[in-house]
Every structure is written in C-alpha cells, then in structure tokens.
C-alpha cells in the first residue's frame, strides 16, 4: 500500500509551539508520530521533541507491527524523557501527549495517550476515533457531558495520563491490526487543531481533497477563521492511501 502524506504544526497564538510531529519508512512498514508537550510544564517542547524522535529510532532499529512492539517503543520514550528529567531537574514537571500509527501490507496498528487523536477514514465516513484520556472524556463516557461538550468543556486541559509521569502510563493500544482499503484516510491531531474543527467537516474537506495537502490546508483556513490570538498550537498528519502496490 502506497500513502500520501502531509504534515502541518503551526504556534497558533503562542510564542512557543510545543507540538511536534515525525514519519519514517523501514522497508514495508511506515510510522507516523506526534505529540503535544502540556502547556503550562516546563519544558513540554523538549518532552514532545524526545518522545516522537526517540519513538521513531527506536521503531526504525526494530521495525515491527504488534500490540507488544508498539508498547516497547512508547515505553522507550517515556525513559527517554525521565532521563533528561533527571539530567536535567529544570524539566522534571515536562510531560507529553504520543499518537502513533504504523503499517505494513497486512494492515495498520495504532496507540495514544492524552488528548491527541487519530481518526480512521472509510467512504465517506469515520469509522474509528481515539478517545481521549482526559477528565471530560471521562464524563462523557459516565453520560454526564455529551461528546460535543468536550471541545468546549473547562477542563479539556485536564489529562489522565501523559508521558513523563511514571504513576500514569497506561497506553491505549489496539489489540490488533486493522485493514486498510485504497482511498482510506487517516488524521493525526493534537487539541489544538480537533477543538476547531469537528469531524463532520474533516468529512466534507476530506471529500473534496484531490491529496492530504489539500486536506490540511481546508481545515487550517477553518481553525484559522475562528481562532482567538491566544489559541494553542495545532498540529496535524494527513494520511491517504493509495492502491495496493503490486510485486
């Protein structure tokens, strides 16, 4: 299966973009990664930097498409980080958000921790959407919010589990590979760019885009239109597949 992809991480309002995204190939497999460093702890650029690029060599040494292999490679992001917290005790507080996918021939397999989703596309829809590990995912998932409450709820920010903090890895990761059909579609993103543009209209820019650049750019003039000065950074990986490569 060949892929087009397309990458965008944008400061939005801020001074410092603490988002950070990375993609490799290894022979039949691809990896894709990206991360959100939280906003308010020291040093959330460098947690997010460490964990995609860490994630990536990790992967590229050893590449493989398992629950097991995925886990090892986000656990190899979190020591990276608690060593530069310890080299480094100004970055102790630093934590991050992780969304990876990769794939192979067979299939793709994907994880996340924290708020930063991956949505799944197929014919015109979405046929699967991370949730996130968050306190207002947490209410919705109680029935005490409904989902579209979260983008706007007052504690969005509030995570359950983010690398960095050892008492709070727990990954989600799926138990098994799912296929991928030609012209299905994949989006990597982090709060900053889901909170300004909901999924009926990732559909609808999805279905007029000719390529993933296309993609991006429609829904960066959405976020771009309803954005304040001060909004947080957005990033985002579009992904398209192609057809099947033949050998």
């Not at 138990?175 to 990597?188: E, G, I, Q, R």
């Not at 982090?190 to 993609?215: H, N, Q």
């Not at 239109?225 to 909004?231: A, I, L």
Request: aromatic share 8%.
């Amino acid at each position: 299966m060949k892929y087009k992809t397309a990458t965008l991480s944008e400061a939005g309002g801020r001074e410092e973009n603490q988002d950070y995204c990375g993609l490799t190939g290894k022979g039949e497999f691809n990896c894709w990664v990206l991360a959100d460093g939280l906003g308010g702890h020291r040093g959330g650029a460098v947690a997010a930097r460490l964990a995609v690029e860490t994630f990536l060599e990790v992967f590229s040494q050893n590449p493989e498409m398992s629950p097991r292999s995925m886990t090892a490679y986000i656990e190899a992001a979190q020591d990276a980080i608690f060593r530069r917290q310890e080299e480094n005790p100004r970055l102790y507080s630093m934590r991050t958000t992780l969304v990876a996918l990769i794939s192979t021939p067979e299939g793709a397999l994907w994880a996340h921790l924290g708020d930063s989703r991956l949505y799944h596309f197929r014919g015109g829809g979405i046929i699967f959407q991370t949730r996130d590990h968050s306190v207002p995912q947490a209410m919705a998932d109680a029935g005490k919010i409904t989902v579209d409450e979260i983008r706007r709820h007052e504690d969005r920010n509030r995570l359950l589990c983010a690398l960095g903090n050892e008492k709070n890895l727990r990954p989600a990761v799926e138990k098994k590979s799912h296929p991928v059909n030609p012209d299905d579609a994949f989006l990597l993103c982090t709060d900053g760019f889901w909170e300004y543009v909901v999924e009926t209209e990732m559909i609808a820019d999805l279905v007029r885009s000719p390529d993933p650049e296309t993609w991006l750019d429609m829904m960066t003039t959405r976020i771009k239109e309803r954005t304040e000065d001060r909004h947080d950074n957005y990033s985002a990986i579009a992904i398209i597949a192609g057809e099947p490569t033949l050998t």
